[in-house]
Structure formats: structure tokens, C-alpha cells
């Protein structure tokens, strides 16, 4: 019953180095997100797809790229790692109903030096 | 844009206190969900609430959302320290495009004492 699995669970980057964050659900979602979640500050939407095939930005997507692989992989990339990117991003998954719930992945603790 | 504010930031109560958790918007959302959080994990659904007034009630906790689907409570009955964790509200926005997108609340973090 794996749901949303993100990979890795923790990350160092030095400042410059990028990195891609995998995202996979096996719950046939038309919908992925992805957030990051800071201290005091909920979660906030980086980047989402509504279905494949399609990405677009959300409250911050500055710094960040996104490829809807297929239907299950939805991955998160930085180009060029900045300290302000440390945070803890999540995964989620849903049907895309406006009243249907989203699914989360465990997160990636990722750290900027 | 639409705004969430959820208040309090913070509760440190003792087992067996009541406890009252508030999310506001001046925005309307369609619905509004509750979301709980453990440490090290991603947040669960606790309900979702889609109807103006609406009152629902999982165990000791009652969700209510607002006439006005503006705002939305969480109250917990006579708190346990298995009830420690954060709390996010979310609202999601109404239409074909929303694609399920939501709007989350900063978020209350909840620490019951034996």
C-alpha cells in the first residue's frame, strides 16, 4: 500500500548544485503537487499538474522546473541550489476534484550549505 | 490571491482540556479540509467540509465550516497526548480549474502534557 513515495528522504547540496527529487504515486491521480513547507508558514505550492502532459507554477516556483513524466511520476528540480531552498518538500497526489483529498508523500529534508 | 489564517500558532494544554483551533479567510472556498501532521511524516486527512454551516464529528474532534464558507473550527474534547501534532487547514477554490489545488493555513502546532 505504497501510495506516494518520494525519493531521497534527506539531502545536502552545497550552494550551486542541483538535484532532482522523484515523486511517484500508484493510486492512478490525475493530479500531482508539489510544496514546501517551512517553519511557520504551512505549505506552499511550487508547481502542480492537473493531469499528464501538463505543467504549471504556484505561489513560489522561482528556482524550480518540473517534468510530469507518465501518469505516476511527477519530479522536482533545482538547478542551482540556493540556502532560501532549504525546506522540507512534499509530494501529493489527488484525482483533481475540487473536493477530493490529497495524498502525501513522506518529504524530502533537504539542506543548502 | 486566497489567504488562510489559522490561529493559534502554538497550544501547549494539559490532558483532558478542551481546545479550539480557528482558520479564516475573506475568500470562499468550495471546501475546506483538515489535514494532521506527525513529525517525519506527510499530513494525513482528517475531514473535509463542503457545505455552508456544516458540522462533522470524528471521535472527540468536531469540524465546523462557516455559513459563509469563509471560515472553518476544529474543536477537540478533552485532549489526549495522542492528539499531539500540527493541524493545517486547507480551502479549496471552486471551478474546472482548480484542479484540486489548495490553499493552506500556516498551521497549529499542538503539544498535549500528561
Known amino acids: 500500500n505504497a501510495g506516494v513515495t518520494q525519493t531521497p528522504k534527506f539531502q545536502v547540496l552545497k550552494t550551486g548544485q542541483s538535484m532532482t527529487l522523484q515523486c511517484a504515486q500508484d493510486m492512478n491521480h490525475n493530479s500531482m503537487y508539489w510544496y514546501r513547507q517551512d517553519p511557520g508558514m504551512g505549505l506552499r505550492l511550487i508547481y502542480y499538474s492537473a493531469s499528464e502532459g501538463t505543467t504549471d507554477k504556484g505561489e513560489v516556483p522561482n528556482g524550480y522546473n518540473v517534468s510530469r513524466l507518465n501518469k505516476r511520476e511527477f519530479s522536482l528540480r533545482l538547478e542551482s541550489a540556493a540556502p532560501s531552498q532549504t525546506s522540507v518538500y512534499f509530494c501529493a497526489s489527488s484525482d483533481g476534484a475540487w473536493n477530493q483529498p490529497q495524498h502525501f508523500g513522506d518529504g524530502t529534508r533537504l539542506s543548502i550549505l | 490571491t486566497q489567504l488562510l489564517e489559522q490561529s493559534p500558532q502554538f497550544l501547549s494544554i494539559q490532558e483532558g482540556e478542551n481546545l479550539t483551533v480557528y482558520c479564516n479567510s475573506s475568500?470562499?472556498?468550495?471546501?475546506l479540509q483538515w489535514y494532521r501532521q506527525e513529525p517525519g511524516e506527510g499530513p494525513v486527512l482528517l475531514v473535509t467540509v463542503v457545505t455552508g454551516g456544516e458540522v462533522k464529528k470524528l471521535k472527540r474532534l468536531t469540524f465546523q465550516f462557516g455559513d459563509a464558507r469563509k471560515d472553518s473550527s476544529l474543536h477537540i474534547t478533552a485532549a489526549q497526548p495522542g492528539d499531539t501534532g500540527l493541524y493545517l487547514c486547507?480551502?479549496?477554490?471552486?471551478?474546472?480549474?482548480?484542479?484540486?489545488?489548495?490553499?493552506f493555513g500556516q498551521g497549529t502546532i499542538l503539544t498535549v502534557h500528561p
Open positions: 486547507a480551502g479549496a477554490g471552486a471551478g474546472g480549474t482548480s484542479y484540486g489545488k489548495l490553499t
Open positions: 475568500s470562499v472556498f468550495s471546501s
